[in-house]
């Protein structure tokens, strides 16, 4: 079996630059939504500059860990395309990297972050969908 997303994505060498297309990813997303992602997103970027790119360092662990399961059902699977097989999986792939800003909303004592991202939790699983394509193209270009 082929490295794990962990080993092919997390490593010293590549790391950098997967957060790198995820924030541009996150961007990107924005820019599509509706008026209250991006009031959202223009709150929590005015509270502090570079605060996606350090939230998507952070958690793109724990992101990683939430997509492994599914990696190696796709591998197992015999291939094709990671963004369709993620697609085809909305919802419960969604819902699982959810979890992951779920847990830390819950966590932070920063009222104003907590406040903006319940405003856009709701949509969080559509949002999430939406990208899922793109997402599966970023792990491709670092697992082939």
């Known amino acids: 079996m082929g ?3 962990q ?3 997390l490593n010293p060498t590549n790391r950098p630059q997967v957060v ?3 924030v541009q990813l996150v961007d990107e997303q924005v820019k ?3 008026l209250m992602v991006k009031g959202a997103y223009k709150v929590v970027t005015a509270f502090k500059s570079g605060i996606i790119h350090d939230a998507v360092d952070t958690l793109v662990d ?3 860990a939430r997509l492994e399961p599914f990696h190696e059902d796709f591998v197992s699977a015999g291939g094709g395309s990671f963004g369709d097989y993620l697609a085809g999986r909305g919802p419960e792939v969604s819902n699982a990297l959810l979890g992951v800003t779920d847990e830390r909303a ?3 004592d920063r009222a104003t ?3 903006a991202y319940e405003q856009v939790r709701p949509k969080g699983v559509d949002n999430i969908e939406k990208a899922l394509p793109k ?3 970023i792990v491709e270009k670092y697992t082939v």
């Open 20 to 22: 790198k297309d995820c």
């Open 113 to 115: 972050l907590r406040k």
């Open 62 to 64: 724990d992101f990683v």
């Open 106 to 108: 819950a966590q932070s």
């Open 7 to 9: 080993e092919s994505l």
């Open 32 to 34: 599509d939504s509706g």
């Open 135 to 137: 997402l599966g193209k």
């Open 3 to 5: 490295q794990t997303l």
